[in-house]
């Protein structure tokens, strides 16, 4: 269960997730409800949609900063040392996602058409839902929204070409999200939260939050030593073992392949690979 944004005949609207229903909250995306803390769970009576019958969006339309750290979890670390620079010892090494790159959990997601090293990385996405300057560890929750699933699609040789990168992790449509945002007190034990990736089926990446080198709770602590964290931003939290980059040789993705991310509580994201539409835009 969860908030969701979605598309209705026509009109988007954002709701309540449960079970096989929606509580619809109203019209619009969940966005301004985001934006002015006003995100509530309902209280019954509202108008109801039964989940098949609608389409389900990204559930914040124009996120803020979406942050992502890298090389969170150890195993993952290890499989990374043919195509990342590790951390320094107990640093979190953080990078950027634009903000063109967010996708719905079942939208498509293109294969570049400068590149045939598209992978994969099935995360757990902490969403922001106060702001928050210089948060300590012991209040980071205090200001997220709430947890949903995402994927960090990475395109490996232009990532190894930057030491940032930048380049490699912003192209467009990769970063699907959702399909819900889950408030996080409504998960008894977000550590316990298993990430599972599967491609084309075949289960590839599988691990817990508690497996993370670095807590959520230190990674809003911190960023916002940094720079101010505002509602609507994305914390994408790192990857498992497993991505398409530590198989020898490397399992890239193709047009057709279709990738899928599970979170227990969550729910799933699913996204099938196409390739670069053929357009051009100027202006």
Not at 67 to 75: E, R, S
């Amino acid at each position: 269960m969860g908030w969701l944004t979605f598309q209705y005949r026509g009109e988007v609207m954002c709701g309540w997730h449960s079970g096989a229903q929606i509580h619809v909250i109203g019209r619009g995306s969940l966005d301004a409800r985001i934006q002015n803390q006003t995100l509530v769970k309902p209280q019954g009576g509202e108008d109801t949609l039964s989940l098949a019958d609608v389409d389900v969006l990204q559930p914040i339309q124009s996120p803020g900063k979406i942050l992502g750290i890298g090389l969170n979890y150890a195993a993952h670390a290890a499989e990374s040392t043919s195509f990342a620079r590790l951390p320094d010892n107990g640093v979190q090494k953080w990078f950027n996602k634009q903000v063109t790159a967010a996708n719905g959990p079942y939208g498509d997601v293109h294969l570049p058409k400068v590149s045939d090293a598209l992978d994969y990385e099935a995360e757990l996405v902490v969403v922001i839902g106060k702001p928050g300057r210089h948060v300590p560890e012991a209040r980071a929750f205090e200001i997220v929204a709430g947890l949903t699933c995402g994927c960090d699609y990475s395109v490996r040789d232009w990532q190894k070409a930057s030491p940032t990168m930048i380049m490699g992790k912003g192209f467009d449509t990769h970063a699907p999200f959702g399909p819900a945002i889950v408030p996080f007190e409504d998960l008894p034990d977000p550590g316990a939260l298993e990430i599972r990736g599967f491609v084309n089926g075949e289960l590839r990446q599988k691990a817990t939050a508690s497996e993370m080198t670095f807590s959520i709770a230190q990674h809003i602590a911190h960023l916002s030593a940094a720079f101010t964290l505002l509602p609507g931003d994305l914390i994408f939290t790192g990857t498992p073992a497993g991505v398409g980059q530590g198989f020898d040789p490397p399992k890239y993705l193709k047009p057709g392949d279709t990738v899928r991310v599970e979170i227990d509580g969550l729910g799933h994201l699913e996204n099938r690979v196409i390739a670069e539409p053929e357009t051009q835009r100027i202006g």
